[in-house]
């Protein structure tokens, strides 16, 4: 069978499980050093004595486990393609490119969230029984997670799942440390860019034009109380969260399926 890019439910399925069986050692190293270094935190509380009171005094932890890990799990979907032997094996696997994608972005996404989120709760577990022993009372849970701005880090999240999913594609080694690399730098760019405009559309009527919200918002001298403050209407604004909930990760995770293609030539 050649590799098509027909989605074929029964060879993807195949496919599928080649893959967990042939990766079953790593992935199973993985699961469990989540497990460990999650139950690792509430652990050293315990023996140190030193308990939180309230969810929110422990909650960076979680983000933490839940970005790092899951971007350097992500920047390490295709390491096939760091040795030559390797890539062409992965790439005369008859599969389509399409199923291939599919399996390591399911993996990269809900495999992991499901396997870190089931050890973020056994470690709140633990943390629990680790107050009520050290505090005399659990935890207190005042901390929201998809409530008010909170729910904006998990589309974070996805945005930079899909931006390392490119870099895994696009870096055959190091993928991690260039793809956060590569991001800070348009990052840069792309603040460079809006300081330029505001310099040219304000001038000197801005002092610290590296001060302001890139392209939303800019103060300049001037007004009633000294300070005049220009901000993008209210429909940009929705335009602006629109793009960045649900359009900017699909963009990207369809530039990183082409990319993997591009590597059939």
Known sequence: MQPNNVLDFPRLGY????????????YLLGILSIFGLLMAI??????TDNAPHQLDDVIGFYYF?????????TSMAFSDFSAKEKGIHFMML????????ITVFLITTIGYLVVFHLAAYA?????????????GTPLEMNWQFAEGGTIYIYFAYIFLHAVFMLGAVSF????FIKTLVTLLLCLLGLYLLNTLFVWILFGSATDQPFQNLPFALVGTRGGKFGTDVYVISEKMIYGYAFIAKYL??????????????????
């Open 15 to 26: 496919y599928f499980r080649h893959h967990l069986l042939a990766s079953w050692k790593t």
């Open 42 to 47: 509430p652990t050293l509380m315990l023996v």
């Open 65 to 73: 486990g839940l970005f790092f890990g899951g971007l350097l799990f």
């Open 94 to 101: 008859p599969a389509s490119q399409f199923e291939k994608f």
């Open 123 to 135: 470690a709140l577990v633990f943390m629990q029984q680790t107050c009520i022993i050290r505090n």
């Open 172 to 175: 055959s080694r190091l993928a």
């Open 248 to 265: 900017l990760a699909p963009c990207i995770w369809t530039i990183a399926y082409f990319r993997l293609k591009d590597k059939e030539i």
